[in-house]
Nanobody
């Protein structure tokens, strides 16, 4: 059974940093593009950052460019989101998403981890 397990969320003051991790199991991790999404109360889920299967290409929402960094370690089946200079508007539940296209398409979501940015 495929599992994506996020960790690293919590309460942080504005200007602070957090590092989210998403550990994948029971899937061929290196064949999946990975993304982080977030959903704030009363808002739609939005893409925060994505990274290709080999890690060569990344993309970011304009709201987090220059502050967040996505990375992956295919040997550890883990994707990370380093979040710096956090703002109250970054408060949301952050979800990990695995997506594979091609002959064997598949996609999976994690259960989410809460991030609260508040003084």
């Amino acid at each position: 059974q495929v599992q994506l397990v996020e960790s690293g969320g919590g309460l942080v003051q504005p200007g602070g940093s957090l590092r989210l991790s998403c550990a994948a199991s029971a899937l061929t991790f290196r064949t999946y593009a990975m993304s982080w999404y977030r959903q704030a109360p009363g808002k739609e889920r939005e893409l925060v950052a994505g990274i290709t299967s080999a890690g060569g290409i990344t993309n970011y929402a304009d709201s987090v460019k220059g502050r967040f960094t996505i990375s992956r370690d295919n040997a550890k089946n883990t994707v990370y989101l380093q979040m710096n200079s956090l703002k109250p508007e970054d408060t949301a539940v952050y979800y990990c998403y695995a997506n594979r296209r091609g002959l064997l398409p598949a996609n999976y979501w994690g259960q989410g981890t809460q991030v609260i940015v508040s003084s």
